[in-house]
């Protein structure tokens, strides 16, 4: 498996977190896709209960919405219906305002009509990609970050297609040398990337298969409201005021809680202005979300200088399965996915969620080994993910386990045979020196922005790890044998990439 930059460098860290059945899609009447996104979730909390957490969402009901509360309690219901729900997890509705906002804060309260609360999971979207990965290599994939895919290569003529052997053209990002690689089967998995790589397929038909209309959404991290007993555990949705006032599909606005005390807020769809590679938030996307979230909560003062950090991806959304080899629908926008073979033998995975990507890569490895006439049944839904189990007594050994699950006992070892390493890279964060190692040592981070914004999520701390930087640099050159030039370089790559994603901040 190629990537032609960090692990979970493109949508897969720029998502809601959310690992959801999607109760938007429900109110859309897209039964199948909720269906199967609640399968998802529940085989996803089972094989990955330290990354995958059940969280309550308070869905709010203001007078004028497009929805009733009523219906949306039936929704709701249904929702649950969908899937086995724990009976914890059973939804309810409630209509006593003090107690929504003892739940999720300080909320306007003028309107409010009630909030029917109901379940999905929040997910570190770039250390489940990472467990998953991690996993793969355990069973014997080669797995390689900073390394580009440019181009097909003649194919060798063999009489069957079986026997055909692909050869393609890569880069390592970092050295620049190029080389080839052969396999008896490529896939492209590459999200909003995919019709770059059509573009490239012998068979390319000159029709895009992707949409760019509303593909690209942003998200900001705001300071956690922390004024109610329980507020900052439980998520809240609203129907955006925008939208409505523009009588638009309505839209909806989630805070949910995010890692070191923030909170998220997403998101925005909009049409992307910028290439793939450099989608930042915009201005009118960051007032976009900042006036919904001050309109939910009247009473704090939000600006741009509240903001602690802001991220952007690009969805990689279907555009027209009839023109896609098998299908036969009319056009339409869909967050379904669709793996599909071009002409020439390669396959294409096409749209999807996070929620979704087991089921993606397990109906496309089965395709792979029917191709290969392999025989094996698929465990992926059983099978737990390794850096994603496990327990530990212990405040700091507990927070380790929950983010490392089994990479856990190797950042231990690298305490025991140095004990400096249990000590915290700076007093304001947990982080331990061993931890920030065991990035670099066990999970193949290479630059600093791998460490600080994916690994770790320092850069969702204030300041955004910038002001750190120097410090954990001088420690990662002491370990790695960095050059002083070498050390300067990644500290200002860093400052860099953060003062570009926070242009229109
Ligand atoms: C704003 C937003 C919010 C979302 N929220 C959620 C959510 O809460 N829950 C959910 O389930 N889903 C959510 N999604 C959808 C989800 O993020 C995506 O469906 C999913 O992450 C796509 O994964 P992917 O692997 O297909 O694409 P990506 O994660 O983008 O991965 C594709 C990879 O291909 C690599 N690549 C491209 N070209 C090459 C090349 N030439 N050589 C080598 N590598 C290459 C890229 O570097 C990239 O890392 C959200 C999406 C967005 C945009």
Not at 73 to 93: F, V
Not at 139 to 151: C, D, K, P, Q, T
Not at 480 to 498: D, F, G, L, M, P
């Amino acid at each position: 498996m190629i990537e032609q930059g960090d692990f979970a460098n493109g949508t897969s860290s720029a998502t809601s977190q959310l690992v959801h059945g999607g109760f938007r899609y429900l109110l859309k009447r897209d039964i199948e896709l909720v269906k199967n996104s609640r399968r998802e979730r529940e085989i996803l909390c089972r094989i990955a209960p330290n990354l995958v957490k059940p969280i309550p969402l308070a869905l709010l009901c203001y007078k004028g919405d497009p929805y009733p509360l009523t219906g949306m309690q039936l929704a709701a219901h249904y929702y649950n219906r969908l899937s086995k729900t724990d009976e914890k997890e059973k939804s309810i509705t409630i209509r006593d305002v003090r107690k929504i906002q003892h739940l999720v804060g300080p909320i306007a309260t003028n309107t409010l009509k009630g909030c029917v609360l109901l379940w999905d999971s929040t997910v570190d979207d770039a250390r489940l990609t990472l467990a998953t990965i991690k996993d793969a290599h355990r069973h014997g994939a080669i797995v390689a970050n900073y390394v580009r895919f440019l181009n097909f290569l003649d194919q060798q003529e063999t009489v069957n297609a079986e026997n055909r052997i692909y050869k393609v053209a890569a880069e390592d990002v970092i050295s620049r040398q190029c080389f080839e690689i052969s396999a008896r089967k490529i896939v492209s998995a590459t999200g909003p990337w995919s019709d770059h790589i059509w573009r490239k397929d012998p068979s390319y038909d000159g029709i895009p298969r992707l949409l760019a209309e509303n593909a690209k959404g942003i998200h900001l991290l705001l300071p956690r409201c922390e004024k109610e007993d329980d507020a900052g555990t439980y998520g809240l949705i609203s129907f955006t005021q925008v939208e409505k006032q523009r009588r638009r599909n309505p839209r909806v606005i989630f805070i949910l809680p995010g890692a070191h005390n923030t909170s998220i807020v997403g998101t925005t769809e909009t049409t992307p202005e910028e290439d793939l590679v450099s989608v930042r938030p915009s201005t009118n996307e960051v007032t976009y979300l900042l006036s919904e979230t001050q309109r939910i909560f009247p009473e704090r003062t939000l600006n741009k200088d509240t903001i602690i950090a802001a991220y952007a991806g690009t969805r990689p959304l279907i555009a027209a399965k009839r023109h896609i080899h098998g299908f036969s629908k009319t056009d339409f926008v869909s967050r379904e996915h669709l793996i599909t073979e071009s002409p020439s033998g390669i396959m294409y995975l096409y749209g999807g969620k996070l929620t979704t990507h087991r089921q993606m890569a397990e109906e496309t490895v089965n395709h792979l080994a029917t191709f290969l006439n392999v025989r094996r049944a698929c465990k992926t839904a059983v099978y737990p993910l390794p850096d994603a189990v496990g327990e530990a007594s212990g405040t700091d050994a507990e927070r380790l386990v929950r983010r490392y699950g089994e990479g856990y006992s190797t950042i231990q070892k690298f305490i025991t045979e140095d004990g400096t390493l249990a000590e915290p890279v700076t007093p304001s964060l947990p982080f331990t020196k061993a931890e920030l190692l065991y990035a670099y040592w066990g999970e193949m981070a290479i630059t600093l922005e791998d460490l600080l914004w994916r690994r770790t999520r320092i850069g969702w701390t204030p300041g955004q790890g910038v002001d750190i930087a120097p410090k954990i640099a001088q420690f990662l050159g002491e370990k790695n044998n960095w050059s002083h030039t070498k050390i300067s370089a990644e500290v200002e790559a860093y400052r860099e990439r953060i003062h570009w994603l926070n242009f229109n901040l």
